[in-house]
């Protein structure tokens, strides 16, 4: 797939964010939400840091994008992730109705976007567009990395 200019500039911003969350031990996702070329919500996975399963890195930067623009309806919003959304990720971007979503590596054990199963091809009342791949060698790179080292 052939992607906008500038619009891999988002995925690495979500990668170092992954990085982030490498570094504090957490499963290695990184989340940016892009609005009109600025973002305005940002996430990495906090679980473990909070012990809390409802921070992965989409639903905070979902969080912090609706608090900036005031508003739960995140339609006119890009959301870039390292990982395939899981299915309370893409739960929450149906929800928040945002308008496409990039990801990089896919994810077949809890993939909610095509890896197990594509919930934004199931009968809801919103379909965001979805682009897959992007960046998928550095996003699948740190997450082997890490589960590497847990081994």
Not at 6 to 33: I, N, S, T
Not at 91 to 112: E, H, K, T
Not at 127 to 133: L, R, T
Request: with cysteine.
């Amino acid at each position: 797939m052939v992607y906008q200019i500038g619009e891999e500039k988002y995925m690495q911003m979500a990668l170092e964010l992954a990085r982030e969350a490498y570094d504090a031990g957490e499963v290695p996702v990184g989340c940016v939400v892009v609005h009109d070329g600025q973002v305005v919500g940002r996430g990495r996975n906090r679980r473990e840091e909070d012990q809390n399963a409802l921070l992965h890195a989409e639903c905070i930067a979902i969080q912090e994008a609706c608090k900036t623009l005031n508003s739960w309806r995140l339609s006119d919003c890009d959301l870039y992730v390292t990982l395939e959304p899981c299915p309370m990720c893409a739960g929450a971007i149906l929800n928040a109705r945002v308008g496409r979503v990039f990801y990089g590596a896919g994810d077949v054990n809890m993939g909610a976007c095509g890896g197990v199963i594509n919930l934004f091809e199931e009968a809801f009342g919103y379909k965001p567009k979805m682009y897959k791949g992007m960046l998928a060698e550095p996003c699948s790179a740190i997450l082997s990395e890490f589960f590497k080292a847990l081994r």
